[in-house]
């Protein structure tokens, strides 16, 4: 299989070679415009490339402030219309066609005359998909021929510099797209595919791509990186208002069912859904993730929401849930927000899991090797509720939450151990049956207010946030616990133990920010441009927790109080954080070309901890106070060259202090639940402090220009942790038991590394190849003692993944990955041996479209693992097809586990050991699923994303512009900053 994998993307190297485009078959377009009265050079002209044949889009530019423009790779022998458009000016076109004779085409001057009619009254005649209003840019859905029940993603897949992957994000130009938003808000919930997959490219006025300022931060720093790239979808006066979402049943064999049912509705003040499912196919079944299956695109892409093969055990869901969202304004502007939300849902769980365990513990000369099997039957029910207000505007932002939930839990479980030295000698067994069932209810509120004052001269800029929790909880359990040494007898141990617990927790917070500090202080003095902020946040908690513990007695036949586990405990905890932020900046900008930003900053920062634990033990009875420095210090790098590419770097470093808890200083110990492992404690731990290092390092090319996107990350972390809290283990050779002391030791350290790098091309006929790797290193090394010997214990973890995503234009699309991972420990003591796990992962899927409505799906997954030499094939298969007039209903076939090979298989590696799980899963089964989209946007217009014709649907029709271009520098194709202004 990995091979076959290998091969694949082999395959698909040609296509890359391709993508890259013929030189020697292909020519460029250059010129300048400017004012033909004047000379001087037009700013955020549009420049759209056509080919005369079918008017279709190849290509645009936005000028700079240089007027220049290049258009690359056209292909020879191909008519291609060149359109020049600016308000206040006269429209300009020309055909040209490029031969191997005449390779290239240099205007030199394009001189646009200016219009005799006022700005705001100049008719383009041709229907221009692509301008710039001030620092925005506009995506018209007119110019774009597509199918009536086309929606706003097939469009997006057809603007040049747009790159729709396949994981869902959105880039243009290079840059990830942060939110995308409808009418000036979010779209039932973040992912975008709500917007783009749901409404119909009819029902669009224009899409609007521009940066704006992340208001969630107070952005004291002006750091670029803080800014957003933001998409608004404008809808129509007429389409503001509609309805759409899903209902579908399926039935199957091996008894397997689905249900699901989803309405979504929305006008200009009013957004809401419902959702509702039932299953036994291990679909996870939230509130999102209802809404996002609902989309009406006519395939999926990702396969998405169908039956969870990789869920452990049998899991039958049942849920209902909703939300609402209420807007007292009705602006377009998503800087401001005066927003009521509520959301409440109901999940019923039932789950059947049995598995297997194969673990190897190194110790002293000897390798443990335990066989594990457990099954387990649990229900849990869950309910949520919200209430939330949001009012924020240019300066000022107040928001409060109110969060309830409610449960009960209720598990049965068995379970069995061997435990083996390497040569196979028994040395132990053991079993436990355990019964458990509990109930909770919390609390959560929190409010906050910023006020983010841009005028020097007062002293308002501040923020304040407080949160409050709540949470009590009630549990009683039942073990039975049977303990088999086969060396020594009087190392048997039986439990039949009684546990019945109340817990509550309350955690409450206060913490508040004043950004003008520097200004009290220093009053207009500019202090070399340092920025000051003086943050504290104070928290109180107090957690209980009381517990009675009884032991089965055979003489009485009657559970009896153990006194020694039976304890009320009470931890009260108060903390204060104070800092102060030094930052300051560094930026050079040259006008359409460059913007350089660096910012070094300091947090100088306190921690005072006390906290005090009341137990009915004595000897858990402790008072501590706690004062530790904790600094952190940070440089921030960002380079933009307009149109060319951006780079963003990053190195911090921290200081992180950790208490040991109550349980570490003074454990409750009971043996009848983790008969393998018993921690003993210290009483005599002191706190660990950890320092560490951050870096990282982002590029991604911007240019318009380029039909291929390309961006890469590389980051690492480093730390070091001084008095770490490690353990001290000590092996009973005789029946495998470990016992554990804590001590504290210097030299544990972390390392981690990363490296991200993704690239997409524009092929031809709206087909996309897109390829992605990445590599992710991790190492842990801890000084400890196994047996009495001093060891040094190194955790490895390496990853590797090779992903390719193929679209063939509006037939399909094909993806295949490839991974690898890595775990292995490491001893320094001759005495102990090292461990080592290695698993492959392949994974294909494929999507296509092979005649109209009908969409043939297949996934294949395979994963073998060396250390149990185990292996798991996974291959569904689906066909949906569309029918009615509107395309909106539907019925799929879905043939799941075609090989009956599916095994859930998962490696833990810590380091001393090394375990490998098999669990149970979803097996072959067959399945038929009838499902129906009712939708409807706007008045009336045809359902289904029909509607009133366009002029880019008929491929004709002019289209006036009377919006007024900004006429002021940069812009987001230019390469300006991003504002916070209206959107309209």
């Not at 009819?202 to 957003?228: F, L, W």
Request: glycine letters at 8%; charged letters at 20%; proline letters at 2%.
């Amino acid at each position: 299989m990995r091979i076959l994998i290998t091969v694949l993307l082999i395959a698909f190297l040609p296509s890359l070679l391709l993508a890259q485009k013929d030189s020697t078959r292909s020519g460029s377009i250059t010129g300048i415009v400017k004012d033909s009265a004047d000379d001087y050079a037009l700013q955020s002209v549009t420049i759209t490339l056509y080919k005369k044949s079918d008017s279709s889009l190849v290509n645009y530019h936005i000028t700079g402030e240089d007027g220049a423009f290049t258009f690359n790779d056209i292909p020879f022998f191909t008519p291609v219309n060149i359109n020049f458009s600016f308000t206040g000016y006269n429209p300009f076109s020309k055909t040209i066609t490029l031969d191997s004779t005449n390779r290239s085409f240099n205007f030199k001057n394009v001189l646009l005359a200016k219009s005799q009619g006022t700005m705001d009254e100049v008719v383009v005649k041709a229907v221009v998909p692509i301008t710039m209003n001030g620092d925005t840019l506009e995506i018209n859905p007119a110019a774009f021929k597509l199918d009536s029940n086309a929606v706003v993603e097939d469009m997006l897949r057809r603007v040049p510099g747009v790159t729709m992957w396949g994981d869902g994000t959105i880039t243009v130009n290079g840059r990830k797209v942060n939110n995308v938003y409808v009418d000036g808000k979010p779209f039932f919930g973040s992912d975008p595919a709500m917007a783009t997959q749901n409404l119909p490219k009819n029902a669009i006025e224009k899409i609007q791509v521009y940066k704006e300022t992340d208001y969630t931060k107070d952005n004291i720093d002006d750091n670029p990186a803080d800014s957003m790239l933001t998409m608004n979808i404008k809808l129509r006066e007429d389409k503001k208002f509609g309805y759409f979402g899903k209902a579908g049943a399926g039935i199957g064999t091996d008894d397997r069912y689905e249900g699901d049912a989803s309405g979504l509705a929305y006008n200009k003040r009013i957004r809401g859904g419902i959702a509702a499912s039932m299953n036994n196919i291990n679909k996870s079944a939230g509130l999102q993730e209802m809404f996002q299956q609902s989309t009406y695109r006519n395939y999926n892409p990702n396969n998405r929401y169908v039956a969870n093969f990789g869920s452990n055990g049998i899991n039958r869901v049942l849920f209902l849930g909703g939300n609402v969202q209420y807007d007292f304004s009705q602006t377009n502007n998503s800087r401001f927000n005066n927003q009521l939300r509520a959301n409440y849902d109901f999940r019923n769980t039932r789950n059947f899991t049995s598995s297997t365990t194969d673990s190897r513990n190194s110790a002293t000369d000897v390798v443990f090797l335990q066989d594990s099997r457990q099954e387990s039957t649990s229900e849990n029910n869950a309910h949520n509720a919200g209430l939330s207000y949001n009012k924020r505007d240019q300066d000022k932002d107040f928001a409060v939450n109110f969060n309830f939930n409610s449960g009960t839990s209720e598990r049965n479980s068995t379970s069995s151990s061997n435990k083996a030295i390497e040569d196979g000698t028994r040395v132990s067994e053991s079993s436990n049956a355990s019964f458990s069932q509990g109930s909770n209810n919390g609390i959560n509120f929190s409010t906050s207010f910023r006020n983010k004052d841009d005028d020097d001269r007062n002293l308002k800029s501040f923020g304040i946030n407080y949160n409050l929790g709540y949470n009590k909880s009630e549990n009683e359990s039942r073990n039975i616990t049977d303990f088999i040494s086969y060396e020594n007898a009087n190392d048997d141990r039986y439990f039949n133990r009684r546990n019945n617990s109340e817990s509550s927790s309350f955690n409450n917070s206060l913490g508040m920010n004043y950004n003008a500090l520097k200004r009290l202080l220093f009053g207009n003095f500019s202090l070399w441009n340092i920025n000051m902020v003086l943050n504290n946040n104070v928290s109180f908690s107090r957690s209980d927790v009381n517990s009675f513990v009884s032991d089965y007695d055979s003489l009485t036949g009657k559970y009896i109080g153990n006194d020694s586990l039976t304890n009320d405990n009470r931890v009260t905890r108060i903390e204060d954080r104070p800092s102060l932020r030094l930052s300051k900046n560094f930026t050079r900008r040259l006008s359409d070309r460059f913007n350089r930003y660096i910012n070094v900053s300091a947090n100088i920062q306190g921690q005072f901890l006390t906290e005090k634990n009341e137990s009915s033990f004595d000897y858990r009875n402790i008072d501590r106070s706690f004062s530790f420095f904790t600094p952190s210090a940070a440089v921030g790098y960002n380079y933009q060259r307009f149109n060319r590419y951006t780079i963003e770097a990053n190195l911090s470093g921290n200081s992180t202090p950790s208490i040991p808890s109550v349980d570490q200083l003074r454990p409750i110990i009971d043996t009848s639940t983790s008969v393998y492992n018993i921690n003993l404690g210290n009483a005599n731990l002191r706190p660990s402090v950890t320092n560490g290092v951050n870096f990282s390092f982002n590029y991604r090319r911007e240019q318009p220009s380029r039909k291929a996107d390309l961006s890469f990350e590389v980051n690492g972390a480093a730390s070091g942790v001084n008095d770490g809290i490690v353990d001290s283990s000590f092996y009973n050779r005789q029946n495998g038991r470990r016992t554990i002391y804590m001590i504290n030791m210097d030299g544990r350290r972390n390392y981690s590394a990363g490296f991200t790098g993704r690239t997409s091309f524009k092929l031809k006929n709206n087909k996309v190849l897109q390829f992605n790797y990445s590599l992710n290193y991790s190492n842990t090394t801890s000084p400890n003692y196994v047996d009495g010997l001093y060891n040094i214990a190194r955790a490895n973890g390496l990853t590797h993944n090779l992903g390719v995503f193929y679209t063939l234009g509006d037939i399909g699309n094909i993806q295949a990955s490839q991974a690898i991972n890595t775990n292995s420990s490491r001893q320094s003591s001759r005495n102990l041996q090292s461990l080592n796990a290695v698993n492959y992962i392949t994974q294909g899927n494929l999507n296509l479209s092979p005649i109209r409505d009908l969409t043939i799906s297949t996934t294949i997954n395979y994963v073998t693992n060396n250390t149990t030499d185990q292996s798991s094939t996974l291959w569904n298969a689906f066909a949906t097809y569309r029918f009615l007039k509107t395309k909106q209903a539907e019925v799929k076939l879905s043939a799941m586990d075609i090989l009956k090979k599916n095994q859930n298989i998962s490696t833990t590696a810590g380091l001393t050991n090394l375990s490998t799980t098999v669990s149970n899963g979803l097996q072959q089964f067959f399945m038929v699923t009838l499902s129906y989209y009712p939708r409807k946007f706007g008045g009336g217009g045809r359902r289904g994303g029909g509607g009133r014709g366009e002029g880019g649907e008929g491929g004709g029709g002019e289209r006036r512009n009377f919006e007024r271009r900004g006429a002021g520098g940069g812009g987001f194709g230019g390469g300006g900053g991003g504002g916070m202004r209206g959107r309209n």
